[in-house]
Structure formats: structure tokens, C-alpha cells
């Protein structure tokens, strides 16, 4: 019984120490004015999961943004987010299912110093920039290796089909 007890402090002492943190990170981010990351929304009774628009800036992604969702384990910052494409993007590092291969947030990567416009600053460069060396789709890692005009057709294509509307300053 009281093992159980401890335990239950232990984790709600986590999730404290996690929603100050996000709170503090999230202003942060908020008062950047971010452009490459737009309308975040974050369910204030829930801190632990967000939700806003990757902007990219470079062909063949910027016709369209990418929503995405984040959320972080109650061990944050100790253990990392977790992102999650919410629109299909045609992209090497990123699978048909919305996951991500961004090294900053792996296990063996991660830092707890590592703040959350960092990953997002990570994931808009991966996202601008695709490492076909890293893929969750080898198909697409191929076609970027081999025939970057078709890759950038096909992507730019499938961001017409398949983005969002990016946002109007």
C-alpha cells in the first residue's frame, strides 16, 4: 500500500514538474513569433499535448503546412516528446502513419536540456531538408537519391493534394 502511495507522488511530482516547464516553453515559443510554426493549440487542462502547423520555407513543401501533434510523457523533460504528423506529407523521414525519424527525440539522443522549440526548429530543417540516409521510407529515400526532379514532382504534388492551407500573416 504504501509503496503504491510513493509511487503515485513520485509520478504527480513529475507531471508538475513537466507542466511548469511546458507553460514556460510554450510562452516562449508563443512570443518568438515562430513563423515556421503556427497555430498552436494546446488544451490548457492537458499541457502535455499540443497541436500546430510546421511551415516549411523550401520547395517542394512550401505550397502547403503540415499539422502536427506532440506530446510529451509525464517524465518530461526527462524522457522525450513524441511528433506525429497529422497530414500526409510525401516524405523520406517520415512514414504514411505520421512518424518521424528526428534524432534529436530518439532514447539515445536525448537531453533533458533540450527545449521544445529546438525539436521544432530540428524537425522544420529535416522537414526542408530530407535525410534519405535516415529513412522510414526507403521508396522515397530512393527516388531522392536517384531522381531529385521526379522526388520534388511527386512531392510537390502530393503538398497540393494533401496539405493544409498555410496560414496568411
Not at 509503496?3 to 514556460?24: D, N, Q, Y
Not at 512514414?95 to 526548429?121: H, R
Not at 531522381?147 to 514532382?153: C, E, L, P, S
Amino acid at each position: 500500500m504504501c509503496a503504491a502511495r510513493c509511487i503515485l507522488v513520485v509520478v504527480e511530482r513529475f507531471k508538475m514538474a513537466a507542466s511548469r516547464r511546458l507553460h514556460k516553453e510554450l510562452e516562449e515559443i508563443r512570443k518568438s513569433g515562430m513563423k515556421n510554426f503556427r497555430n498552436i493549440q494546446v488544451d490548457e487542462s492537458n499541457i502535455l499535448t499540443w497541436q500546430g502547423l510546421i511551415v516549411p520555407d523550401n520547395p517542394p513543401y512550401d505550397k502547403g503546412a503540415f499539422r502536427i501533434e506532440i506530446i510529451f510523457p509525464a517524465e518530461y523533460p526527462f524522457k522525450p516528446p513524441k511528433i506525429t504528423f497529422k497530414t500526409k506529407i510525401y516524405h523520406p523521414n517520415i512514414d504514411e502513419k505520421g512518424q518521424v525519424c528526428l534524432p534529436v527525440i530518439s532514447a539515445e539522443n536525448w537531453k533533458p536540456a533540450t527545449k521544445t522549440d529546438q525539436v521544432i526548429q530540428s524537425l522544420i530543417a529535416l522537414v526542408n531538408d530530407p535525410q534519405p540516409e535516415h529513412p522510414l521510407r526507403a521508396d522515397l529515400a530512393e527516388e531522392y537519391s536517384k531522381d531529385r526532379k521526379k522526388f520534388f514532382k511527386n512531392a510537390e504534388e502530393f503538398t497540393k493534394k494533401h496539405g493544409e492551407k498555410r496560414p496568411v500573416d
